[in-house]
C-alpha cells in the first residue's frame, strides 16, 4: 500500500492532460449551457422553462469546475484563448481569476490546518475557542457555517464574500471583482428591462441560484463532514490533509457529469494537477484511493453534513451545536459541584 509522498509521486503520471479533451468538454459545456439558457427565453411552456432553467444552473456548476481545473493550471494551460474564455466566464460567475486563483491556492496549501487564515475555506474553530468567544462572535461564525448562508450562496459566498469584500480589502488588486459585480447587475437589469421578468428569472436568476448554492455546498462538504480530520499546524501533512479531510462524494452518473467528478475530490487534494477527466481513472487504479471518508448528496447526508459547527480536540470529531452545549453544561455542573 503507497502512502505519503510514494503516493503522490505514483498519480504523477495521471497529471497530464488530453488536449482535445480539455477542449472538446470545455466547449461543449459551453455551447450546451448556452443553448439552455437561450432556451428558457425562447420556448413557450412554463413546465419546460423551469427545466431547463435547472439544468442551466446544473451546467453552470460543471463548467465552473472545468474553469476551477484551469485555473489549478490543470487544462489548457498558457492557451491564449482558453484564457480568454475563462476570464470572462469568472467574471459572470462573480468569481474572477485574481480572486478565485488567490483563494483557491491558500485553501490548498492549508486545507484542514486548525489555526490558519480561512482564506477560500469555511472557518472551523476548536471546541475551545468557540466557547471563549464572546456572543457576538458565535452569531458571526455560526452565520458564516448557516445552511441558509449556504443555500444564499449567490448573495451570500460570491457576491458579498467574493466581489463586495474582495475589493474593498484590496481595490487595485482586485478592481476585476467591481466590474465582475457591476456588469453582473447591469445584465439583470437589462435583461429585466427588454425582455421581461420572465426571462430575468428563468434565464438569469433561478440558474445563479442553483449553481452557487450547490456550489457553496459542495464546496462545504468537501471539507465538514462526519469522519473529517482538522489538526494543529505542527502536525500537518499534505497527504494527510487530502486523505483524511477531504471527502469522497458518492454520486449517480448523472450528477458525477454535472459536478464534473469534484466529487472525486480527495484525489483532486492529493494532486490538483489531475484533469476532472481523469479522476476515476486514478479512483479505479489505487485501493489506496478507494477507502476514502466519504459523504453523499443523500437528505440525511447533507443534514449530518450542516449539523457539523466545531472541532473537538478531545473527541477527535468534529460536533454539533447541541453538543457544544451539552458539554459546556456538564462542565459547568461539575465546576460547582
Known sequence: MLCGKELILATKPYAKEDRRKSWLYTLSTLAILIATLAATVLVPWLLAKVVLSVISGLLLVRMFVIYHDHQHHTILHKSVIADGIFTVFGIYMLAPTSIWKRSHDHHHKHNSKLFSASIG?????????????????RIGYLAIRHPLTIGLGYFTMFMLG???????????????????????????????????????FFMFFVPFLIAFAL???????????????????????????????????????????????????????????????????????????????????????????????????????????????????????????
Request: positive net charge; proline residues 4%; glycine residues 4%.
Open 121 to 137: 475555506s469555511f472557518p472551523i474553530a476548536t471546541r475551545q475557542k468557540f466557547l471563549s468567544m464572546s456572543a457576538g462572535e
Open 215 to 337: 456550489g457553496s455546498y459542495l464546496f462545504y462538504a468537501q471539507h465538514n463532514f462526519p469522519g473529517v480530520t482538522f489538526c494543529s499546524n505542527a502536525d500537518w501533512a499534505y497527504d494527510k490533509a487530502a486523505l483524511e479531510s477531504s471527502s469522497y462524494m458518492t454520486m449517480n452518473p448523472v450528477m458525477h457529469w454535472f459536478t464534473a467528478n469534484i466529487g472525486y475530490h480527495h484525489i483532486h487534494h492529493l494532486n490538483a494537477k489531475i484533469p476532472f477527466y481523469r479522476l476515476p481513472e486514478v479512483m479505479a487504479k489505487f485501493p489506496e484511493l478507494q477507502v476514502a471518508r466519504t459523504t453523499s448528496l443523500r437528505p440525511s447526508a447533507i443534514i449530518a453534513c450542516l449539523r457539523l459547527k466545531a472541532w473537538d480536540q478531545e473527541l477527535g470529531r468534529m460536533v454539533s451545536l447541541k453538543e457544544l452545549g451539552t458539554k459546556r453544561r456538564r462542565k459547568a455542573k461539575l465546576a460547582t459541584a
Open 162 to 200: 467574493m466581489c463586495v469584500s474582495s475589493f474593498l480589502s484590496s481595490p487595485r488588486k482586485h478592481f476585476d471583482a467591481l466590474i465582475a459585480l457591476l456588469l453582473h447587475i447591469g445584465a439583470a437589469v437589462a435583461i429585466f428591462m427588454f425582455w421581461g421578468w420572465d426571462a430575468w
